[in-house]
């Protein structure tokens, strides 16, 4: 049995980008999360049951499924974002959701929350595009991005077997990703002991 200090132990959220029952963010997500556990437990959460953003509706009490998606911001010691690329942007959905986290203006769940961001995409380019815009996004939501080399899945649909994602390489490269996304969340959380 493998031993964990606890203490080193994060609670990370998994949110995909994409509703798709066989998406590759979301499998990469599952993937990551049997590989990382036990020093990273990564709880996966899909947007399917997040309504439109409407300022009229963005009160208490409000919709259970966004109650639902800012406890689980608030309770995780970091998040990581897994999206595709939709029209050289993030996807709709997923805006949507941030949109509804950023709220109540400058005190949005995700304030100083480390967050680190994978895009993947069938092409070369592996969703760069998408990854820039979103990280404008967490900017405006001060959340704290994870700094270090960007991680970005191209050609993702050859890196995958029986939907795990199988590229040894490219999973090296992101369990390192994860490392630095951990030592965040550790940091954060002493800081927030101390205060
Ligand atoms: C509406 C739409 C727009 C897309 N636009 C892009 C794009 O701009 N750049 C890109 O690399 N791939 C684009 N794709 C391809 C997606 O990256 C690819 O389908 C990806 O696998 C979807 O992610 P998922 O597997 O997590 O659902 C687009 C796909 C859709 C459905």
């Known amino acids: 049995m493998q031993y964990t200090n606890t203490q080193d132990q994060v609670r990370i959220l998994g949110i995909s980008g994409s509703l798709r029952k066989a998406s590759f963010s979301t499998a990469i997500l599952r993937t990551l999360a049997r590989k990382a556990a036990p020093l990273m437990l990564i709880d996966v959460m899909t947007l399917e049951e997040i309504p439109f953003y409407n300022e009229d509706l963005d009160r208490s009490p409000g919709s259970s499924a966004i109650a639902r ?16 690329e939709y029209n050289h ?9 941030l949109d ?51 991680v970005v899945i191209g050609g993702v649909h ?24 951990r030592v965040e969340a550790l940091v954060r ?6 205060y």
């Not at 998606?69 to 595709?84: H, N, W, Y």
């Not at 942007?89 to 959701?97: D, T």
Request: include cysteine.
């Open 69 to 84: 998606l800012k406890r689980s911001v608030v309770e995780s010691d970091g998040v990581l974002i897994a999206t595709p």
């Open 89 to 97: 942007g993030i996807p709709g959905v997923l805006k949507n959701a």
């Open 100 to 150: 509804w986290t950023s709220r109540p203006a400058f005190q949005s769940c995700f304030r100083n929350k480390p967050v680190s961001i994978i895009s993947s995409s069938l092409a070369f380019t592996g969703g760069v595009r998408a990854q820039y815009q979103l990280r404008e996004t967490l900017i405006a939501m001060h959340a704290q991005l994870v700094m270090g080399p960007e």
């Open 158 to 181: 050859t890196k995958f077997a029986d939907s795990e994602y199988n590229d040894e390489t490219g999973l090296s490269f992101i369990m390192e990703s994860l490392e630095r996304l």
């Open 189 to 194: 959380r002493t800081s927030m002991v101390a």
